[in-house]
């Protein structure tokens, strides 16, 4: 049984990499090191500023975070169904999630106030859908756009602290090395749009995944909450039919033949002129390669929720979950120190001699 070693702050849960996939786990955990020291190198370098921003931004989040989590984590006993109320390990997965509830809503309020001031006047989406898309593609750097510098510079602090998260405290799901790739790709993402200087583009692609991200937190957290068919109310199953809706047409619909589409057909509109360096060029391409693989991400987990879906008409919620997303926790209610939990073993029978 391994366990955390005595040094290591509480925070650090999972120290040891995931036992189903230690080679990929550290290999993810490096590139996810490599990311962030990289970033703080070329923050540094392209002004110092940068880089006390985006520290700033990582820091005031842990703190929130950890408060928000503690007050869920206060909160969900006494909204919990009972039956749920008393599982630590169900009330603990609740405080992650509504965490990740409070980053999406507040991502997407932010995103919407982008996009919705009076110099922008939500330009950036209709003139795509139009056609015209020189002004989403304007070949200047997007950056100098104060608002939106601050507001990439929170996001590469929350998708920073997120993967690491992600890879040290947070519970362990089916969908572990998933979830784990997809921080790795939109991370990676987020950084080369950040010097590529495309951001009025990135800021539609974050509004339609936080947007979306809303449905699939409300949904876990209900069902962490015990809210589903057994206790009467069915929010579990509404949000699951909403989710499916919502994830169908922002992921799937809006992201590849809206967003990815025109970054393959409107992307000479911004490496116009002097600007069109083969450095450019490269970021660019870059993009749309990690654009490809987070909407390839988002069709598996699609494909999740149509077979979560086809057994919700036979099993409980609570079942389905725990088959096809939740598994088997790692940490149970009574070793939230991080303990690998080991499966207890059979007793052989034997048989008695006269």
Request: charged share 20%.
């Amino acid at each position: 049984m391994a366990t955390r070693p005595t040094w290591m702050p509480k925070y650090v849960r999972h120290p040891s990499p995931h036992a189903d996939g230690p080679y990929m786990d550290n290999f993810l955990t490096v590139v996810i090191i490599c990311q962030v020291s990289g970033l703080c190198y070329g923050l540094a370098s392209s002004g110092i500023w940068n880089l006390i921003e985006y520290l700033f931004y990582g820091v005031v989040s842990l703190v929130i975070g950890e408060f928000v989590r503690s007050f869920f984590k206060w909160l969900g006993p006494r909204i919990a169904v009972k039956t749920h109320a008393v599982k630590t390990r169900n009330m603990r997965k609740f405080a992650d999630q509504a965490w990740h509830l409070v980053i999406h809503t507040s991502m997407t309020i932010a995103e919407v106030y982008l996009l919705a001031r009076p110099s922008v006047n939500w330009r950036w989406w209709t003139e795509m859908d139009s056609g015209d898309v020189q002004t989403t593609w304007e070949p200047v750097d997007q950056s100098l756009d104060a608002p939106v510098r601050s507001f990439y510079l929170l996001q590469l602090a929350l998708w920073s602290f997120t993967a690491i998260n992600h890879r040290f405290h947070e519970s362990r799901h089916l969908d572990y090395f998933v979830m784990l790739s997809h921080h790795v790709a939109t991370l990676s993402l987020l950084m080369l749009s950040w010097w590529a200087e495309p951001l009025r583009v990135g800021v539609l692609v974050l509004l339609l995944h936080d947007s979306s991200d809303i449905i699939a937190d409300l949904l876990k957290s209900f069902n962490y909450l015990g809210y589903g068919a057994n206790s009467g109310t069915y929010l579990s199953e509404m949000f699951f039919v909403g989710n499916l809706v919502s994830w169908g047409y922002t992921r799937l619909y809006l992201f590849p033949f809206h967003l990815i589409k025109s970054t393959f057909t409107d992307l000479h509109y911004f490496t116009a002129g002097e600007r069109g360096t083969n450095q450019l060029f490269f970021k660019c391409y870059c993009c749309i390669f990690f654009l490809c693989a987070v909407c390839a991400m988002s069709g598996w987990w699609f494909c999740l929720f149509i077979r979560m879906g086809y057994r919700l008409l036979t099993q409980t919620p609570d079942d389905v979950a725990r088959e096809t997303y939740e598994g088997d926790s790692d940490v149970d209610s009574g070793n939230e120190d991080g303990a690998q939990v080991e499966k207890p073993k059979k007793k052989k029978k034997t048989k008695k001699l006269n």
